[in-house]
């Protein structure tokens, strides 16, 4: 039994505090992501890492699979501020813990849900508060023909659910992705949060075009009133769209290197109320954006 698509749905996991995954089957990464920001001195830069591991529970194809991630996001703030003190929110960090079940129906289709807590802040108290634990929830049903040899097509269907206390809906939200192998060489994969048309060269190396979501959320522990409108910073936010290339090369079957870079088609950093409101825009501007590491899979 291919354990694989166990770790489907843990891809899918978006929107929630802007720790969007691309559809993979990574069970963990090491990854540093960089981005200035155009006519600015700003600049975003963010390492990140997790680990997912799954444990066979029950009947054949069954399995928990809890999860560990850790960001760590400097943010440099340089155009000019109606707050005194921007320096206190240039440095971000998150801890995430997840927990997740899957096991398979019949017809090929595998049913899959997670649901998990993170601390995500910037901490400048030195400890964590309660407005810092943020709550997310996820199901999915996934088929999968990607592994049968008569498939002449492989392809396979994500559908689900995502819930986030971060995401400003009080309700969940749908997820959709559909990947298909076109030829030996050609895939492509559309849906969210990610789509892209992938060339394989051969078995190390691969090039891609895509388009893709990024971003963060964090919470701002000591509140900053904005003296033009009276209304107080309580989290930041930020959401990016890009789109661009992507090269991978696979060490081994399992560990691979990649670099992604492109541009951005929306760029949203802003700082909200408890309500999710705006309270101010930080930057709007469109910019280059890059993304490297090592991530390891099934």
Same mark, same amino acid.
């Given at each position: 039994?291919? *354990?694989?698509?166990?770790?489907?749905?843990?891809?899918?996991?978006?929107?929630?505090?802007?720790?969007?995954?691309?559809?993979?089957? /990574?069970?963990?990464?090491?990854?540093?992501?960089?981005?200035?920001?155009?006519?600015?001195? $700003?600049?975003?830069?963010?390492?990140?890492?997790?680990?997912?591991?799954?444990?066979?529970?029950?009947?054949?194809?069954?399995?928990?699979?809890?999860?560990? %991630?850790?960001?760590?996001?400097?943010?440099?703030?340089?155009?000019?501020?109606?707050?005194?003190? +921007?320096?206190?929110?240039?440095?971000?960090?998150?801890?995430?813990?997840?927990?997740?079940?899957?096991?398979?129906?019949?017809?090929?289709?595998?049913?899959?849900?997670?649901?998990?807590? +993170?601390?995500?802040?910037?901490? %400048?108290?030195?400890?964590?508060?309660? /407005?810092?634990?943020?709550?997310?929830?996820?199901?999915?049903?996934? #088929?999968?023909?990607?592994?049968?040899?008569?498939?002449?097509?492989?392809?396979?269907?994500?559908?689900?659910?995502?819930?986030?206390?971060?995401?400003?809906?009080?309700?969940?939200?749908?997820?959709? =992705?559909?990947?298909?192998?076109?030829?030996?060489?050609?895939?492509?994969?559309?849906?969210?949060?990610?789509?892209?048309?992938?060339?394989?060269?051969?078995? #190390?190396?691969?090039?891609?075009?895509?388009?893709?979501?990024?971003?963060?959320?964090?919470?701002?522990? %000591? =509140?900053?009133?904005?003296?033009?409108?009276?209304?107080?910073? %309580?989290?930041?936010? +930020?959401?990016?769209?890009?789109?661009?290339?992507?090269?991978?090369?696979?060490?081994? #079957?399992?560990?691979?290197?990649?670099?992604?870079?492109?541009?951005?088609? +929306?760029? /949203?950093?802003?700082?909200?109320?408890?309500?999710?409101?705006?309270?101010?825009? *930080? =930057?709007?501007? $469109?910019?280059?954006?890059?993304?490297?590491?090592?991530?390891?899979?099934?």
């Amino acid at each position: 039994m291919r *354990i694989y698509p166990c770790f489907l749905f843990f891809a899918l996991v978006i929107f929630s505090s802007g720790n969007i995954q691309a559809q993979s089957t /990574d069970l963990g990464r090491i990854e540093y992501t960089y981005f200035p920001q155009s006519d600015s001195d $700003n600049s975003f830069r963010r390492f990140r890492t997790f680990i997912n591991f799954p444990i066979q529970v029950g009947r054949e194809g069954s399995y928990l699979v809890p999860g560990i %991630e850790y960001e760590n996001i400097n943010f440099k703030y340089k155009d000019l501020s109606p707050f005194s003190n +921007m320096e206190e929110l240039d440095r971000y960090q998150s801890f995430q813990l997840s927990l997740g079940y899957t096991f398979p129906l019949n017809n090929d289709w595998r049913f899959a849900a997670s649901a998990g807590g +993170m601390l995500a802040s910037n901490f %400048e108290e030195g400890k964590a508060i309660k /407005d810092d634990l943020l709550y997310t929830g996820s199901l999915f049903f996934i #088929k999968d023909k990607t592994g049968e040899a008569e498939a002449a097509k492989p392809w396979r269907l994500i559908l689900g659910l995502h819930y986030s206390t971060t995401s400003g809906f009080p309700f969940p939200l749908p997820v959709i =992705n559909y990947y298909r192998e076109i030829s030996p060489k050609w895939s492509y994969s559309a849906g969210v949060p990610k789509s892209n048309l992938k060339y394989s060269f051969n078995e #190390k190396h691969h090039l891609q075009a895509f388009a893709t979501l990024d971003g963060f959320f964090a919470n701002i522990q %000591e =509140n900053r009133l904005l003296p033009s409108n009276g209304k107080i910073a %309580e989290n930041i936010s +930020m959401t990016i769209v890009l789109a661009g290339l992507g090269y991978e090369y696979n060490f081994t #079957k399992h560990l691979v290197y990649y670099l992604y870079a492109g541009h951005t088609l +929306m760029n /949203d950093i802003r700082l909200r109320d408890a309500n999710k409101d705006d309270v101010y825009v *930080i =930057n709007k501007v $469109n910019t280059f954006y890059g993304r490297s590491g090592l991530k390891f899979k099934i």
